[in-house]
């Protein structure tokens, strides 16, 4: 495996359904005479997990054979949701994460129950288990989800 | 007017606001009036300490110092943050109050620095505007919530409101002295929506800015820095 996929397909230690590269966390994975330069973006400037996800990113490169490794941080450009692929925001509302809107309007679309898809729910907490997550609550099936909060 | 600030000096006083106002928002974890806004407080306290630590890391960079020497190794002299954050966190309205004070004050400033000539600055401001203006967002709500409750409720904010307003007057000294405008505009609307009053401007204690601090500010360091002092370098 080329050191990209290996990166591209850790997964993010607190949304765990998805790589850090559905995430658009990870911003560039260079080789360069044995090393290995792997950069990545946080998405909250507090977020915890960026030791755990360096930690995973270094043992699977070594697992891969790669010995040489180095991960840097940027924070250019910043971490917004819209850096979440396609495919991540379909694997997040699969696990029941209600997709963020996009930062790109003002408005507020309808949030759908990632559980029965009503569109009939409402935001409990601005705030969630983790740094990145909002927490809902389905008025039609009555049960609480996540939603990524949209930045 | 005194010399325009270089930018060790805007690392270092906005660090210091963002990491004390942390440690304040964290000492209502597990305290709050119920779990939402518990993890919704802890929530915004690791934002601001992320921020923090950008910001340090960049000030110490130029005292060969690191972030946990400016965090965990200097007295109270030393540190610069404004004087608002350091208050003790009082009730809730209190704690709201100082919130949406300061995250509308630190976005502005944020937002300054995304846009000026220093990199490291610039892009620490662009990453943490946008929690601040959520973090902004929060304590609006909670403001009006609040202010346009219960006969008690609209109390217990507007005291918090006149409390907590001479303090913000240390904000605009210097460097931002031209945001006072932007921010006394947003915060009077936030006020307007909550059936609040904005208190005349008088009496404005100072003095964070230049290492005078209030009693409150040394018992916080104690308990944020005991455990660095008492065994130093330890790590987790």
Known sequence: MSARSTVAAVLDPELPVVTIEELGILRDVAERDGRVTVTITPTYSGCPAMDAIRADITAALHADGYGDVQVDTTLTEPWTTDWITPAGLEKLAAAGIAPPSSTRTRLTLTVRCPRCGSPETEELSRFGATACKALWRCRACREPFERVKAI | ?236
């Open chain 2, 1 to 236: 007017m005194t010399s325009p600030m270089t930018s060790p000096d805007i690392a270092l006083e906005l660090g210091d606001d963002a990491l004390i106002a942390a440690q304040r928002l964290a000492e209502w974890c597990s305290r709050a009036p119920e779990m939402e806004e518990d993890i919704a407080l802890a929530n915004i306290a690791l934002d601001q300490l992320g921020a923090a630590r950008l910001l340090l890391t960049y000030a110490g960079e130029f005292q060969n110092r690191t972030e946990d020497d400016l965090a965990f190794l200097r007295e109270d002299r030393e540190f610069r943050n404004a004087l608002l954050v350091e208050l003790d966190n009082g009730d809730f309205a209190v704690t709201i109050g100082k919130l949406l004070f300061l995250a509308v004050y630190q976005r502005l400033r944020y937002e300054r620095l995304a846009a000026g000539e220093d990199e490291r600055l610039a892009e620490i401001g662009a990453k943490a505007r946008k929690e601040s203006l959520y973090h902004a967002e929060h304590a609006a709500l909670w403001t009006v919530r609040l202010g346009d409750g219960t006969e008690e409720s609209h109390r217990r904010m507007q005291s918090a409101v006149d409390a907590l307003w001479p303090y913000t007057h240390e904000l605009f000294e210097g460097e931002a002295a031209s945001l006072r405008d932007a921010w006394v505009a947003e915060i009077t609307e936030v006020l307007r929506k909550a059936t609040l009053s904005r208190p005349a401007d008088g009496w404005a204690p100072s003095g964070g800015r230049r290492g005078v601090h209030t009693e409150a500010l040394s018992k916080l360091l104690a308990e944020m820095q005991v455990l660095h002092r008492a065994h130093p370098g330890a790590t987790w």
